[in-house]
């Protein structure tokens, strides 16, 4: 699939699906289309959309919606505003739509979607199912960056089953609450926070499947994702033991990706043979598991630091 500024290319992806029988085909859907609602729209005319509707994803993703219907909610969120602040220092710029932390940077005087201040925090979310009133806690993640120059904010990868405290859970609960009830939302859907000692801080909603779905072993998560879009929560009597963890292994050195590569096991999205992945590009992703997430966290990085050195041979 072609990309294109933060999304999916949308004649690319419209070309692929325009072999397909509407009558034969369900689409749900992941990230690459919060920035594109016309796209969703599309998708929605011609084919039976599981997933929230282009109305729910335009107005989660609208900075002015969304967070004026935080401050209707009474959830918590960094200071943010829509019109440049009076200085630079301090403030973040992120654009709307955008996934991976790629589209967040310090503010330098360049425009951008919106403004936020910047804070030292945690960065976490929640997994949940919701049916457009209620929900069901799949899990709690913890997140950690990747930075590099001109994106310090860089995904890096995230563990599962993280260990807060219950106060903070609660907090994080009820949030996702509070706006599934407001904004209809269904499905499987993920909240990021930046949690702070005492309360945790709403940053924004991925009102679609997750990179995080991949850290739970909970039974029939997919069809129960189907069930929930449908308005049909089914709820969670088991819960997955143990933690997993995935990290995006990030090249520094121009690396091609030959046969001679030995990739283990516990690697996944690995590239074609023959690709050349430039420095700062992602190569794979590590995946780890252990009893708790501090465990299958620092597995993954000894993991990562276990990839680089076995692809040493094939930097340029």
Same mark, same amino acid.
């Given at each position: ?26 689409? =749900? ?5 919060? $920035? ?8 929605? &005319?011609?084919?039976?959309?599981? #997933? $929230? ?10 900075p002015r919606r969304f967070f ?43 425009? /951008? ?7 030292? @925090? ?16 799949? /899990? ?16 890096? #990868?995230?563990? @599962? ?21 407001? =904004?209809?939302?269904r499905g499987l859907n993920s ?7 005492? &309360? ?5 909603? $991925? ?16 069809? &129960? ?13 088991? &819960?997955?033991? @143990? ?30 043979? #023959? ?19 501090? #465990? ?21």
């Amino acid at each position: 699939m072609d990309f294109s500024e933060g999304g999916f290319d949308a004649d690319d992806l419209w070309r692929k699906l325009s072999v397909i029988n509407p009558l034969d085909a369900i689409v =749900t859907y992941g990230s690459g289309l919060e $920035n594109q609602p016309e796209l969703l729209e599309k998708i929605s &005319r011609h084919f039976s959309l599981l #997933g $929230n509707t282009p109305d729910v994803v335009a107005r989660i993703k609208d900075p002015r919606r969304f967070f004026s219907l935080l401050d209707k909610l009474d959830i918590a969120y960094p200071d943010t505003r829509l019109n440049e602040p009076a200085e630079m220092a301090g403030w973040l710029v992120k654009e709307t739509g955008g996934s991976g932390g790629t589209h967040i940077r310090l503010w330098d005087g360049v425009p /951008g979607g919106y403004y936020q201040r910047q804070m030292d @925090g945690l960065p976490a979310s929640v997994l949940f199912l919701a049916d457009g009133k209620n929900i069901e806690v799949v /899990g709690y993640n913890e997140q950690w960056l990747a930075p590099v120059p001109g994106k310090p904010f860089r995904y890096g #990868g995230a563990v @599962g089953n993280a260990n807060f405290s219950s106060d903070i859970k609660a907090s994080m609960v009820e949030a996702a609450r509070k706006v599934v009830v407001a =904004t209809s939302l269904r499905g499987l859907n993920s909240m990021d926070f930046l949690l702070m000692p005492e &309360r945790a801080l709403v940053l924004e909603v $991925n009102p679609r499947l997750s990179a995080s779905f991949a850290l739970y072993d909970t039974p029939n998560l997919f069809e &129960r994702h189907l069930q929930a879009c449908r308005g049909k929560l089914m709820p969670l009597s088991e &819960r997955a033991a @143990g933690s997993k963890a995935h990290l995006i292994y990030y090249t520094s050195y121009d690396v091609v990706a030959t046969d001679g590569v030995k990739w283990p096991e516990w690697t996944a999205d690995l590239p074609p043979a #023959g690709t050349m992945c430039k420095a700062g590009e992602p190569v794979c992703t590590v995946l780890a598991q252990a009893h708790d997430a501090r #465990g299958a966290k620092e597995l993954a990085f000894a993991r990562a630091h276990q990839i680089n050195a076995q692809l040493q041979p094939y930097f340029e």
